[in-house]
Nanobody, 116 residues
């Protein structure tokens, strides 16, 4: 089992920055987990934002590539999402996700609001 806790959301003006954190704990939490950030705006589906694989390689959605950056603190078992040049369309609840085999684990989400 993996327990995920997100933090770092908030209200920011367009062009600003935020850093989200996702701390992983539990029996299967490890530094080699495939983890990801998703986001869900009101009335819309939950979309993938960025993912880090067990190998350390990363992928980003086209809408955030060049503005968002994933990083991992292996000692703290924590995944970060640095978000720069934020836009109003980035407003959403951001969820951390971890995959262990076919099992998916989710955090409770953290709200990011970007004002224009």
């Amino acid at each position: 089992q993996v327990h995920l806790v997100e933090s770092g959301g908030g209200l920011v003006e367009a062009g600003g920055s935020l850093r989200l954190s996702c701390a992983a704990s539990g029996r299967y939490a490890s530094n080699n987990l495939m983890m990801a950030w998703y986001r869900q705006a009101p009335g819309k589906q939950r979309d993938l934002v960025a993912r880090v694989y067990g190998t350390g390689s990363t992928m980003y959605a086209d809408s955030v590539r060049g503005r968002f950056t994933l990083s991992r603190d292996r000692a703290k078992n924590t995944l970060y999402l640095q978000m720069n040049s934020l836009k109003p369309e980035d407003t959403a609840v951001y969820y951390c996700n971890a995959a262990v085999g076919s099992a998916l684990y989710w955090g409770q989400g953290t709200q990011v609001t970007v004002s224009s």
